[in-house]
């Protein structure tokens, strides 16, 4: 024990030498003291607790919020979606949307009628190709819509037949359309009725060759069953025109 003199009188300083807390005496003592007995802290005392106390729970409660949220968002901006109710897209189908656009077909003939007549037929080619690689029949005085790959295609088409032969001159040319992914775009096409006696033998030989050209890159309504159908309503209603008689190309 240091003892300290001042005049006359002697004082204590201290309580004593410390123990290093590596050392044997300290363990002991640690050991001899009892364990700590301390209630849970009731939730309506946590008001009556002292301001400094209540404000770091505070802080230490919004820290945790906060990084919960970055964590959220930082999942998200990644693509990373998780939830029972979130579900991630499929690759195959976020490639399909960003890679895909659609064109639309409104198409009008006077007279035409879906029952006895063949369909028109529209023909794509990319703008960089000489091939059309798309061909569809697309019925008459209606709508119809076509899942292409993005990019630029040249659009023409093919003149439906009627039951009684009759021919009509399709928009002339070809029209660039562009096909952009995601996007809808709409190309209505007006088909002019030619009286059937105006007609010629080449002109009814010229559209079952072209049809039969296209039929090679058709897509399902020209092909297997439907195609077999198309081509031999074609045959039929062309074959009830007066200025023309059984035709048939070589290949068929």
């Given at each position: ?21 590596h050392?044997?005496s ?41 990084a ?27 490639s ?10 409104s198409?009008m003939?006077d ?13 794509l ?43 009509y001159?399709?928009?002339?040319g070809?029209?660039l ?41 058709g ?34």
């Amino acid at each position: 024990m240091r003892m300290v003199t001042e005049g006359n009188t002697k004082q204590k300083r201290g309580t004593g030498a410390k123990l290093a807390l590596h050392s044997p005496s300290a363990i002991r003592l640690l050991k001899s003291q009892p364990a700590p007995t301390t209630e849970p802290l009731d939730p309506r005392e946590f008001l009556h607790t002292e301001a400094h106390i209540r404000r770091r729970v505070y802080i230490a409660a919004a820290i945790v919020v906060i990084a919960l949220a970055a964590t959220l968002i930082a999942g998200t901006a990644t693509g990373i979606v998780s939830g029972p109710n979130l579900v991630a897209p499929a690759q195959t189908q976020t490639s399909a949307l960003t890679t895909h656009g659609f064109l639309e077909f409104s198409v009008m003939a006077d007279g035409w009628d879906a029952e006895t007549s063949t369909c028109p037929i529209a023909r794509l080619r990319p703008e960089d190709s000489e091939e059309y690689t798309v061909c569809r029949a697309v019925p008459a005085n209606t709508r119809d819509i076509i899942e292409l790959d993005e990019g630029r295609y040249y659009l023409s088409w093919i003149t439906p037949v009627d039951a009684d032969g009759t021919l009509y001159i399709p928009p002339e040319g070809e029209t660039l359309v562009n096909i952009q992914a995601g996007h809808t775009i709409t190309r209505p096409a007006t088909f002019t009725r030619v009286p059937v006696v105006e007609s010629t033998f080449g002109d009814y030989a010229a559209t079952i060759d072209i049809v039969w050209e296209a039929m090679a890159h058709g897509d399902e309504t020209l092909t297997g069953e439907a195609g077999e159908a198309f081509m031999r309503k074609l045959q039929e209603n062309a074959n009830e025109a007066p200025n023309f008689f059984i035709y048939v190309p070589e290949e068929y």
